[in-house]
């Protein structure tokens, strides 16, 4: 049986279509041939990309466009990492300690503008049904259409909720359905208010039927991924099927030199994603 990945973004506005898939593509390649010596030419990929429902005009330019990581830099596990990324960001910024702790774990201003900047679409979502029903259908289409696959399907940012709800609702019409691999990333699922609205929907959170594993992978210095650890939110699906919790360090860098721990690209290079990624192609 072939497989497919799926991809649903993330929040705010984005390039067009085909050029958001080719950067998912870009980035997924790169951390397989940097992290697992695998040059995969041609990678089968189903963007679910629903920004233009919420925005006119997608993004152009692209502020923050895919920017390879440069081939002198490591593309480190969090394990192996995050000390160093410690020390390196305490020691070029001055200031105190306990604040620049704070702002490591995504409790500073850049949590604040992120949010209030970027959950204007999660609004519109949870006061909308025609949104949500039209969101949530372009994921059960993607996955309708592979029906007989292995499915990996990675859900970015607000798209990981997008996702869940999807698959919930296909685990209540149709248990035949099989996702091989549901993959969170930069997740707000954990959000007190986003699990409010899931368990009022849903009565219980768990991980959806249709689901054989939930992989959760998050930086703990992104401000949307406020909850890194989603096992002790979500309980098992009837097949026993738990969150898996990962952490992992997001290394994109835009072109202006400013870090993004939320980025799409730096997840989707971690090498985190291509081990687990490396077992599906």
Excluded at 39 to 47: A, E, H, L, N, S
Excluded at 164 to 188: H, K, Q
Aim: glycine share 8%; hydrophobic share 35%; net charge neutral.
């Amino acid at each position: 049986m072939s497989y497919v990945i799926i991809g649903v973004h993330g929040l705010a506005n984005k390039p067009p279509r085909e050029k958001h898939a080719q950067d998912w593509i870009a980035a997924i390649r790169e951390g397989l041939k940097r992290n697992c010596s695998l040059d995969i030419q041609t990678i089968d990929y189903i963007p679910v990309h629903w920004a233009h429902l919420n925005y006119p005009d997608p993004v152009s330019p692209d502020p923050e466009p895919y920017v390879a990581t440069p081939s002198d830099q490591p593309i480190k596990k969090y394990r192996d990492g995050f000390m160093d990324q410690l020390r390196g960001y305490v020691s070029d910024v001055p200031g105190d300690m306990i604040q620049k702790a704070k702002e490591w774990f995504g409790f500073g201003l850049v949590t604040e503008a992120v949010l209030n900047r970027k959950l204007t679409d999660l609004g519109l979502y949870y006061s909308s049904h025609e949104n949500r029903t039209e969101l949530r259908g372009l994921v059960k289409d993607a996955i309708d259409g592979s029906k007989n696959r292995r499915i990996t399907l990675i859900a970015h940012s607000m798209g990981s909720i997008i996702a869940y709800d999807a698959l919930r609702e296909l685990g209540d019409t149709d248990m035949t359905y099989r996702v091989d691999n549901f993959v969170t990333i930069g997740s707000p699922l954990g959000l007190p208010t986003v699990a409010a609205r899931i368990a009022k929907e849903w009565n219980i959170l768990r991980t959806p039927s249709v689901v054989k594993r939930w992989v959760n992978l998050s930086d703990p210095r992104d401000p949307v991924a406020f909850d890194a650890r989603l096992r002790n939110d979500y309980e098992a699906n009837d097949r026993g099927v738990r969150v898996e919790d990962d952490l992992i360090l997001n290394n994109y860098q835009g072109p202006d030199g400013k870090k993004n721990y939320h980025k799409i690209y730096g997840y989707l290079r971690c090498p985190e994603m291509s081990e687990l990624l490396r077992g599906i192609l």
